[in-house]
């Protein structure tokens, strides 16, 4: 499977924006799909990760209650919805496939190019 996330921006503080990941190849629901972020000098983290079906989704706990994962295997892509953004949401977001959930960034074997979101105070 081959993934491209899109959508990021420069927004201030308090916004909205939604990311797209779009993926092609193999067949996608079959994929756990995950979000993924990083922020300059720091560490790749996990942000949210849905299951194959999109019925069970697992959040950071700074995504808890501002970010929504979802999916339409139909359309083979997965969005990030994300409220009330905060400058500290600043960072590249990639999108990523495995086939198990995992939390681990480095557990994922195939990744999309990433997206720059950028929150301004």
């Known amino acids: 499977v081959q993934l491209q996330a899109s959508g990021g921006g420069l927004v201030r503080t308090g916004d909205s924006l939604r990311l797209s990941c779009a993926a092609s190849g193999r067949i996608v629901n079959r994929y756990v799909m995950g979000w993924f972020r990083q922020a300059p000098g720091k560490e790749r983290e996990f942000v949210a990760v849905t299951s194959g079906s999109g019925g069970n989704k697992w959040y950071s706990d700074s995504a808890k209650g501002r970010f929504t994962v979802s999916r339409d295997n139909a359309k083979n892509t997965i969005y990030l919805q994300m409220t009330n953004l905060r400058p500290e949401d600043t960072a590249v977001y990639y999108c990523?496939?495995?086939?198990?959930?995992?939390?681990?960034?480095?557990?994922?074997?195939?990744w999309g190019q990433g997206t720059l979101v950028t929150v301004s105070s």
């Open positions: 990523a496939a495995n086939a198990a959930v995992r939390f681990d960034p480095s557990q994922y074997d195939v």
